[in-house]
């Protein structure tokens, strides 16, 4: 648990240098309460001008909202076996836990809830809404455990995507923020219900990637597992043409699930397991609030 709080502070006063200065609104959501109108003055976004009001007054008018009182956040979060996965500066999973923190960490402000599902790993985990980052890092704390222990031999299926996103939806039932994390690998059975979420809440899918799920190094003949189902592959990476066609295919395999994903009207982010992973998680979070 000291680990997990001392990382907690780490993100959270990096989330707050990234996103310190003018923005425009301090929560994930965008706001809905109508707080006024007034003239429109020089700079006003004209996207929020009033016409009804301009017409009658024959002057420009823009509408002034505040953001949401009490916005509730859900995060979908994945801990299958493939996210165990990493070979560079952290696990896919090490990532995963970072996202969450930081989003715990902005979701929690004021009177904001956040509330958790977690799928794919011995067991699945529900967090029902609540303020505060405490019941996250609680969170993060017993997955840490479950990953640790053997799982019983009567142990059901693991939950899929398909299923957390379905239970999220069930549960969900007032408008707000619903962030997925995890890596996106596997089959598309769980595009139905992500697009049930998309048309009643704001969706945004954090995709955590690794770049040797990308490319094959040279490095002789190699036993390729899939954590997943244990299905193993020998292959000789000694060849260039098969290590062409193995990239060509994931990066064609990737962009089929960018393209799915904004079909669905989900917002698409990818963090990698090499490098800074907070600035461009933190970029792209003021770029889509400025285009809102």
Not at 2 to 12: E, Q, W
Not at 52 to 73: D, F, K, N, Q, Y
Not at 239 to 257: D, I, N, P, Q
Request: hydrophobic share 40%; proline share 5%; with cysteine.
């Amino acid at each position: 648990m000291g680990v997990l709080r001392a990382l907690d502070l780490s993100v959270r006063h990096r989330v707050e240098g990234l996103l310190a200065g003018d923005h425009p609104s301090t929560t994930l959501g965008r706001g809905t309460e109508l707080a006024q109108v007034r003239p429109y003055q020089p700079g006003d976004d004209v996207r929020f001008i009033d016409w009804s009001v301009t017409a009658r007054t024959t002057e420009p008018h823009v509408r002034v909202h505040v953001a949401e009182r009490s916005l509730t956040t859900w995060l979908v979060l994945d801990t299958s076996a493939s996210m165990q996965f990493g070979t560079a500066d952290r696990t896919k999973a090490d990532l995963a836990e970072g996202v969450a923190l930081a989003v715990g960490h902005l979701a929690c402000r004021g009177a904001n809830r956040l509330a958790v599902v977690a799928f794919g790993g011995p067991r699945s985990i529900t967090l029902p809404p609540a303020q505060g980052r405490a019941g996250l890092l609680a969170l993060l704390a017993a997955l840490r455990e479950v990953e640790g222990s053997p799982a019983p031999d009567n142990t059901p299926a693991a939950e899929t995507l398909a299923d957390a996103l379905a239970r999220a939806a069930r549960l969900n039932r007032q408008r707000g923020l619903v962030v997925v994390v995890g890596d996106f690998r596997g089959g598309r059975e769980w595009t139905t219900p992500m697009g049930q979420l998309c048309r009643r809440h704001d969706v945004l899918a954090v995709e955590v990637r690794d770049r040797r799920e990308q490319e094959l190094p040279d490095v002789g003949e190699l036993w390729l597992v899939d954590p997943e189902t244990g299905r193993q592959l020998r292959v000789d990476t000694r060849r260039r043409s098969l290590r062409a066609r193995f990239a060509t295919a994931a990066e064609a395999e990737r962009a089929a699930l960018a393209s799915e994903l904004a079909s669905l009207g989900a917002d698409h982010v990818v963090l990698t397991t090499e490098g800074d992973w907070l600035q461009p998680l933190a970029s792209f979070l003021l770029r889509r609030e400025r285009q809102r």
